[in-house]
Each structure stands twice: as structure tokens, then as C-alpha cells.
């Protein structure tokens, strides 16, 4: 069983920048596209951001579009989502899943989930 763990999140000012990281225990996420998703209190879960196996293509849900890059280092075993500019209304729990199909990834049609870091944007 692939097991994923997301890390990076906290408490941040509006403005401020975080980096989430998706990492694998036992197994290797190269054979995977991997999809980062959010959730605040009370809402539905939202896809942020995808990215295929080799790293060549991505997308992104139109609320992060210009603040929001995610990228993998293979090398590292390792998937991040570098968040800028962050606003209140990215506040959530970040989650990060695996997908075997990328375009189909954002739909939220995955195969294993990590269990979230929480991200607090607040002043």
C-alpha cells in the first residue's frame, strides 16, 4: 500500500508564501501523476493543482492560477506546491493523491490520498 505524507503547512500572514511537500514511505511516487487538493471547514474539496509523471505538464484550478506552482524532483521522490501570495480564502487542510490518468487528475478520480497538512492564512 502506497502511503503519502504531506508537510510544509502552517499559520501565515495574507501575502505570504508556504511550500507543501508529497512524499511516499516504502514506495516511489515516479510512477505517478500526483494531484494536490484542498478542503476548508464546511466546503466541498477543491483540485488545486496536477502534474504528470515526468513533470511536463500541469494544471491548475483557476483560484491559484499566477500564485500557486507545483513541481516534482524525481530524484528526491518528492512532489511540491509552492503557494505565493496567499489569501485567507486558501486557507485549508492541503492534500496530496495519486492518479493514474493526469487528465482526469483535477476531477479528483484518484487512487491513494495522504492524510493533509493544514494551512492557515490569517493576519
Known amino acids: 500500500q502506497l502511503q503519502l505524507v504531506e508537510s510544509g503547512g502552517g499559520l501565515v500572514q495574507p501575502g505570504g508564501s508556504l511550500r507543501l511537500s508529497c512524499a511516499a514511505s516504502?514506495?516511489?511516487?515516479?510512477?505517478?501523476?500526483i494531484g494536490w487538493f484542498r478542503q476548508a471547514p464546511g466546503k466541498e474539496r477543491e483540485g488545486v493543482s496536477c502534474i504528470n509523471i515526468s513533470g511536463g505538464m500541469t494544471n491548475y484550478a483557476d483560484s491559484v492560477k499566477g500564485r500557486f506552482t507545483i513541481s516534482r524532483d524525481n530524484n528526491k521522490n518528492t512532489v511540491y506546491l509552492q503557494m505565493n501570495s496567499l489569501k485567507p480564502d486558501d486557507t485549508a487542510v492541503y492534500y496530496c493523491a495519486t492518479s493514474g490518468s493526469y487528465y482526469r487528475c483535477l476531477g479528483g478520480d484518484m487512487d491513494y490520498w495522504g492524510k493533509g497538512t493544514l494551512v492557515t492564512v490569517s493576519s
Open positions: 516504502r514506495r516511489s511516487l515516479n510512477y505517478y501523476t
